[in-house]
């Protein structure tokens, strides 16, 4: 977790440190204690308790089962749907990723571009998935998916080299593509053929295809991925069978003013 520097007069400290807690239930979703509070976002347990208790009072904290320790709350929801209505993007999108997803029966999604990461928006799924691999607000590395690729190709060479050298994300599955010199062409083949794909590097058994989605000037800002199961489909049957789809879509969302 990244923080300004001290000297920054513009930046508040302890602005920070309230989202620091916030943001502590990213990678422990169960309830917390005030001691696992203050050792995850290295502060003090005086600290610690002040934050929880100013974030209880707000209600983006709330008490776990039988008051024992504390959990994310219901009032975070609220800004989730502040920011999804605020995006003409998502607006636009929404229509057509469920006609995507009605056409192919399989998952449809949208990412938005993130600089080293993808985050899933939007997301309609088949009734075989995992529940948290369906939801919203999910960040997967940008280097290690289809989606991630399929922006970078749209992007010029040295901003390709600058993400790739950033990335410090580890591997999803043993079949994730982490050598830097294969993801530069797995990105210079999707900039060819109008499409990334990813086989099973974000989930074992999944495919992956994706294509990105442009502002009116021509800058990648999102992507359009359609996933399928390796016990349905082969690599090539699914890249033919839903590449024009996929590509279709992106191009009748792209270039629109406003997107962004």
């Known amino acids: 977790m990244t923080t300004a520097p001290r000297t920054d007069t513009l930046y508040i400290q302890s602005l920070a440190k309230g989202m620091r807690v916030l943001e502590c239930f990213a990678d422990h979703p169960s309830p917390l204690s005030l001691n696992d509070i203050a050792t995850f976002c290295d502060m003090d347990r005086s ?28 009032k975070i929801l ?27 029966g399989e998952r449809v999604e949208l990412s938005l571009f993130d600089d080293l990461t993808i985050i899933f928006a939007l997301r309609r799924q088949t009734k075989r998935q995992t529940y948290t691999t369906t939801l919203i607000g999910r960040r997967l590395a940008t280097i290690h998916t289809a989606s991630g690729r399929a922006v970078m190709s749209h992007l010029p060479a040295e901003a390709v080299d600058d993400i790739i050298a950033r990335s410090t994300a580890t ?17 210079a083949q999707a900039g060819a053929d109008g499409y990334a794909l990813a086989s099973e590097e974000s989930m074992l058994g999944e495919i992956n295809l994706a294509s990105a989605v442009l502002d009116h000037e021509g800058q990648p800002i999102a992507a359009i991925d359609i996933s399928g199961s390796l016990a349905d489909w082969t690599v090539e049957e699914f890249a033919k069978r839903f590449s024009p789809m996929l590509i279709g879509a992106t191009r009748a969302l792209s270039g629109k003013p406003g997107l962004s």
């Open 78 to 104: 609220e800004r989730t749907f502040d920011y999804l209505r605020s995006v003409p993007l998502l607006e636009r999108a929404t229509p057509l990723i469920v006609d995507v997803q009605k056409e192919s």
């Open 171 to 187: 591997p999803l599955t043993s079949r994730t593509v982490t050598d830097p010199a294969r993801i530069r062409e797995l990105v």
């Open 47 to 74: 600290a610690a308790q002040r934050m929880a208790y100013t974030l209880v009072s707000l209600g983006y904290l709330e008490r776990g089962v039988n008051g024992r320790g504390f959990v994310l709350g219901k």
